[in-house]
């Protein structure tokens, strides 16, 4: 049960990001009313069919998101109001905060290597495979297209992944850490290729060309920001907490960590990465012993504190990115055809992941299917694309685009239920 203070902490978050004149506010309210519930009773469903939550958050958002289909276009702001969008920012950085919170640095390190060699492979695989796949579909387009619908595909969405095995209880297994220390190392990479991509692009619009030593600084900035993060950030995390321990307001526990989340957030997108990144770092960090002194003079732990926020944004997060799934864009066969060529390059690409992931208690077909879903990386992938601009022209044009965004949708929807069966089943099999 909520307590006082938890609940007034909530309000507080809903007031300070919903703020406007009156009629906008009634909007975002019902908006909210609407994607709580929704997510509510929809999960319950599908966790009655023994299926992740996640799925139904995910489907309760594709519903809402599709009203204007039948005519219903007073929920159509959902995926552009900038205010629901910071609530949804703000939920994944949590659920990325918390999932950091309870992995094991030293277990996670122990696997560094299969993860690395993972999400290598879950790059190179599928920027290839979506190359040539664009290439044979749309052979007008340029190269720089080609190249860049295999970035697009090159990044996994850690989020999705991480509710799974929250969900079944796996988060804390030896596969749980490679795809998720895979899925973070894979997303820097993607990014990466991402940058050097528009670099390419921007460049051509120029006559300019990408050099090496632009390439050099874009992965040392990145590479640079989590060693960084892992080396300085326990010795600097220690320091603060023994600090805040001197406090005697209430509620300095989870201030300071979601100050120190936030702080490594920004330093994650100042480093031209995703914040999630920074988030995550941030709770990979912060071990027990970090803030047991701190947590010692609560009257609950930091976990507990953190369960009404994330209860609360978190299936926001999930629900806006199912919201910005437009079945409408899909209204042609060739387009549908490029979809599924692309849907099925997105997934046999990351199970080449299976091939390098040994190790003791790590289920292969599990990581591959770990780093399946695209979400919302895709979706910011693909919406880069088609607002970059090639001699006056995007890079992703609208059919592009909409067979991308089913591609997204579908490895999305595919993930959690077989990512949870993959799990159980190997489960029974140890």
């Known amino acids: 049960m909520l307590s006082k203070r938890h609940t007034w902490m909530m309000c507080v978050v809903i007031g300070v990001f919903c703020t406007g004149s009156s009629d906008v506010d009634a909007k975002i309210f019902a908006a909210l009313a609407l994607i709580l519930v929704g997510a509510k009773l929809v999960g319950d469903v599908f966790e009655r069919m023994g299926q992740p939550a996640v799925l139904g958050e995910l489907l309760a958002g594709i519903v809402l998101g599709n009203l204007s289909l039948l005519g219903i276009h007073e929920l159509d702001f959902i ?11 703000l939920g994944v950085i949590l659920l990325l905060f918390e ?28 920027v290839t ?11 007008s387009s340029t190269w720089h297209t080609h190249l860049f619908i295999g970035a697009v595909l090159a990044a996994t969405s850690v989020g999705i992944t991480a509710r799974v095995l929250k969900d079944i209880g796996k988060i804390d297994s030896p596969t749980a850490r490679v795809v998720l220390g895979a899925a973070v190392i894979d997303d820097v990479l993607g990014l990466v290729v991402l940058a050097v991509v528009v670099g390419i692009v921007e460049g051509a619009n120029t006559g300019a060309s990408l050099h090496t030593m632009d390439v050099v600084m874009i992965v040392v900035k990145a590479t ?29 526990l989870l201030a300071v960590s979601l100050g120190f989340c936030f702080a490594l ?32 003079k609560e009257t609950h732990k930091l976990e507990h504190l953190m369960h009404p926020l994330t209860s609360f944004l978190v299936p926001v997060f999930f629900v806006v990115t199912g919201a910005k799934v437009q079945l409408g864009t899909l209204n042609s066969f060739s387009i549908l055809g490029l979809a599924l060529a692309l849907t099925a390059v997105a997934i046999i690409g990351k199970q080449a992941c299976s091939l390098v ?24 992938f693909a919406s880069v694309g088609e607002k970059l601009k090639l001699h006056g022209e995007p890079v992703v044009n609208n059919s592009t685009y909409a067979a991308v965004v089913f591609m997204v949708m579908a490895t999305t929807m595919v993930t959690p239920p077989v990512l949870a069966w993959a799990l159980r089943k190997g489960e029974s099999k140890d």
């Open 224 to 252: 640079g920001f989590l060693g960084g993060a892992i080396l300085l950030g326990r010795p600097v995390s220690r320091a603060l907490f023994r600090f805040a321990t001197k406090l005697r307001v209430a509620g300095v």
């Open 129 to 139: 495979m979506g190359y040539f796949v664009h290439a044979a579909f749309s052979p």
């Open 265 to 296: 957030s920004y330093g994650a997108g100042a480093a031209g990465l995703a914040p999630i990144v920074g988030a995550f770092a941030a709770g990979i960090v912060l071990d027990a012993l970090t803030f047991q002194d701190l947590e010692s």
């Open 99 to 126: 999932v950091g919170l309870e992995s094991d640095l030293v277990e996670m390190a122990r696997v560094g290597g299969t993860a690395f060699l993972v999400a290598v492979i879950g790059v190179i695989t599928p």
């Open 79 to 89: 995926t552009t109001n900038e205010q629901i969008a910071l609530l949804a920012e």
């Open 357 to 380: 992931a040994v190790g003791k208690g790590i289920n292969r077909f599990a990581v591959g299917l770990g780093m399946v879903p695209r979400g919302e990386v895709g979706l910011i």
